[in-house]
């Protein structure tokens, strides 16, 4: 890539940005050198100008997208100049084109392809019949075409001589790049998708029941109804149209802008007629067949833009939900004929027991169990029990608690653990090193007990995919949801940094500069040597090179080690600066490390010099004031209502304690112990108007809800966190109290804030009743929960 086109790639970003050009550049600088972004944006703050970690990745992002535009655009010009086709002012519009639509509009009647009826046409001698038509429609069709026949050419009359040049002018229609895209931003604004079940398909579909009779405007459909209707059409059950505007009487308004783009009229000449119907039949035939595959692709990249951004976040707040931290935990993986699994870690997540007992049914062996329990707790001083929140799962929390309640002295604490992703970790080659002698049923009791000590530790052992906590991922591009989720692993992962001497392999490979092979290695190191005493020591580990170490120092931890700074998230290449805070204070590091009064006496500004500024010296004295802090929120545990344990036990009007197990677009899901999540629609969330659910809550977030509306015979639980909502009877509207939900919500509820209802045009049923979260939770198309194993 050659310098003035990297020059105008990076302006362009920094103009969509907003930022300076030179930060972009030198964010780009630092990305082809091999830097992450946790890297740039923690340690090279002075480089960027203080670019933060979601402008770096956007960079990365829009980066990657504009090389390859750039290198598309060179391929365009040299097959379009390999033909001798490439004009100046060909090249100009070629090297204009913004964006890859624009590009491939260009390039189209270009664009190599099998013979068409045109090339046909034209090989037979018509283009000039096509031409004369278009140029002078006062000639009769007929009489020029009669001229052009050559039954040695394959043109037997004159209707086949016309029949050629309407080919011909059709082509020329569907590949003018101004038109095509004037007509397909036109069409994205005024259209609409529209579908209908298939005939027969009722009964079978009845989970896509919104969409039978349904129509909405592009511009209006939220991502999980697109995601649902693509889902239903792959299913058989829809049929989808995508319509260019409302059905109305005669000629379509885009028959008239193809016709007015070439002077095409009805003035009662002779050929006028029949170049209007060769336009309808291009619009028809070609132009709406090529803008449909376009905008479904739009449709469906928007669509998937959005529930990747859904499936990122909430696992970014999985990932850093609190860590009960290093305490004894016994894991239990319910399940009823093949029994509860159990698993006992100690604090630092070593596996100490295991066992597995039959207190449900078939077996109910309940006294058995509880004294099983109470003997592992006592022998290995447990103090939490974490409980998969699968099959069995609340029986299971009740043997817990009776468990605490009938042996006080324990002092346990039982806490309900989403068990997504478990069967996946158990079955995974990573499992089978880690835990090599060990049942693959029990390993899940494993990670459910780690999970609970340190969930970023062990949900990073699982492809992010199967963690569950979007919408729709199993129709979602693998590679574009694969690179997002990373990247969010990555972020958590080097926000909260990882001890060197204790993390598992698949942890090491998630901090910035280090690859699996080289995680590996630090392990084996680790294992052949013992704990490392210092950063200095990861120079010894084979392949770690000083580009690695450069990355990934700052975000490993050694406590205890030689150097206290080892422990805190400060470089070593900015070690000396700590050096000479040290002298200026007259302190030691031991003695300078979390001593406030010391370290706010001290200027920012004394220490700067040409390789640290402002910036990384503020950044390094509050991370002496608590050194190694962990940015995830302190531990809390959720208590589920005594007696609640399934969905007839919820009545309306119920209030209880719950745990967010996950949030879409339309509204959070919400575990309150029944086995059934319940939905507060987004209008439920708040008295003001809520754009996006996440600004009120989070997976991982304890709420406490109040029951609107149980519908036993569909697994529908309706919840609202306005706890002052009425609750209704199944089926009934609920009513806002005075001053409850304010007229935009309402009208946002009317326009499409509805949770994938559907029905277009029909009035929207009640919210807390969405026919869409039915639908997801029939067909597990929201993936929050790896149940039943």
């Not at 939900?321 to 319910?334: I, M, V």
Request: proline share 5%; with cysteine; hydrophobic share 40%.
């Amino acid at each position: 890539m050659t310098t003035p086109l990297v020059s105008s790639v990076e302006g362009r970003i920094a103009a969509e940005l907003g930022v300076r050009e030179r930060q972009v550049k030198a964010a780009v600088e630092l990305l082809d050198g091999g830097s992450t972004v946790p890297f740039i944006a923690r340690y090279r703050k002075e480089a960027t100008e203080m670019l933060d970690d979601a402008q770096l990745r956007t960079i990365e992002e829009r980066l990657r997208y504009l090389r390859e535009l750039e290198e598309r655009r060179t391929a365009i010009l040299d097959s379009v100049r390999e033909q001798g086709k490439l004009t100046e002012e060909l090249e100009a519009q070629i090297r204009g084109a913004e964006t890859k639509a624009r590009l491939e509009d260009i390039y189209l009647p270009f664009k190599p392809k099998r013979r068409t009826k045109a090339q046909i046409a034209r090989e037979a001698g018509l283009e000039p019949l096509a031409e004369g038509l278009l140029g002078d429609p006062t000639v009769d069709p007929l009489a020029a075409a009669a001229a052009f026949v050559d039954a040695d050419k394959g043109v037997a009359d004159p209707q086949a001589a016309l029949d050629g040049a309407r080919a011909i002018l059709t082509e020329r229609f569907s590949e003018d790049a101004d038109l095509i895209g004037e007509l397909r931003e036109r069409m994205w604004v005024r259209g609409r998708l529209a579908a209908k079940v298939r005939e027969g398909k009722e009964e079978a579909g009845a989970k896509f029941a919104d969409y039978f009779d349904f129509a909405e405007p592009f511009t209006a459909l939220p991502s999980h109804r697109v995601l649902a209707m693509l889902r239903g059409e792959k299913e058989e059950v829809l049929d989808l149209v995508l319509e260019p505007e409302e059905p109305t009487e005669g000629p379509s308004s885009y028959e008239g802008i193809v016709a007015h783009r070439f002077g095409i009229a009805d003035r009662g000449r002779l050929a006028d007629k029949w170049l209007k119907d060769t336009v309808r039949w291009a619009w028809r035939t070609r132009i709406l067949v090529h803008l449909g595959i376009d905008l479904r692709l739009r449709l469906r990249t928007a669509a998937e833009d959005e529930a990747v951004q859904v499936f990122a976040a909430n696992l970014r707040d999985l990932l850093l939900a609190a860590p009960a931290g290093t305490r004894a935990t016994l894991g239990l993986d319910p399940g009823f004929r093949t029994g509860v699994k159990v698993a006992v870690v100690d604090a630092t997540g070593k596996v100490v027991a295991t066992d597995v007992i039959y207190p449900h049914v078939p077996a109910n062996k309940w006294d058995e169990a509880i004294a099983k329990l109470a003997r592992l707790a006592k022998e290995h001083a447990v103090e939490l029990i974490a409980i998969g929140n699968g099959t069995a799962s609340r029986e299971t929390d009740k043997l817990a608690g009776e468990l605490i309640t009938k042996h006080p002295e324990l002092k346990l604490t039982k806490v309900m653990v989403s068990e997504a992703g478990a069967s996946v970790y158990s079955a995974s080659a990573f499992a089978s090193q880690e835990l090599p002698d060990m049942d693959v049923s029990l390993r899940g009791a494993v990670s459910i007990a780690r999970r609970l000590q340190d969930p970023l530790a062990e949900l990073v052992k699982i492809d992010p995919k199967s963690i569950g906590v979007g919408q729709y991922q199993h129709d979602l591009s693998e590679v574009k949801l694969s690179r997002s989720l990373d990247a969010v692993v990555e972020d958590c992962v080097n926000g909260v940094g990882v001890d060197v001497n204790t993390a598992s392999a698949p942890l090491l490979a998630r901090v910035s500069g280090i690859t699996s092979g080289l995680a590996e290695n630090i392990v084996a190191h680790r294992d052949a040597n013992g704990p490392f005493k210092s950063r200095g020591q990861l120079k010894d580990v084979a392949r770690l090179g000083p580009k690695a170490y450069e990355q990934c120092a700052g975000f490993l931890r050694i406590r205890g080690g030689d150097d206290p700074l080892d422990a805190s998230s400060v470089h070593p290449e900015a070690y000396p600066v700590v050096r000479r805070m040290v002298k200026t204070s007259g302190q030691e590091v031991a003695s300078l490390v979390g001593n406030t009064g010391v370290l706010r006496s001290l200027r920012p500004q004394d220490f700067v010099d040409e390789t640290f500024g402002l910036p990384t010296v503020t950044d390094i004295l509050k991370e002496l004031e608590k050194p190694g802090r962990d940015p995830r929120p302190a531990f809390k545990t959720a208590t589920f209502k005594e007696g609640v344990e399934k969905i007839s036990d919820l009545a309306p009007g119920m209030v209880l304690e719950g745990v967010v197990t996950n949030v879409a677009a339309f509204g959070a899901f919400i575990d309150v112990g029944v086995h059934q999540d319940g939905l507060a629609h987004v209008s439920a969330l708040s008295k003001t108007f809520v754009k996006d659910p996440r600004d009120v809550v989070k997976p991982g977030d304890i709420v406490k809800v109040k029951v609107l509306d149980v519908d036993i015979p569909r697994k529908r639980i309706s919840l609202t966190l306005r706890l002052d909502d009425e609750a209704t009877a199944s089926g009934g509207e609920r009513r806002p109290q005075r001053g409850g939900r304010p007229p935009q919500q309402r009208q946002q509820q009317r326009q499409g804030g509805r949770g994938g209802q559907g029905g277009g045009s029909r009035q929207a049923p009640p919210p807390a009743n969405s026919a869409m979260a039915d639908a997801l939770r029939k067909a597990g198309l929201l993936d929050q929960k790896n149940k039943g194993r």
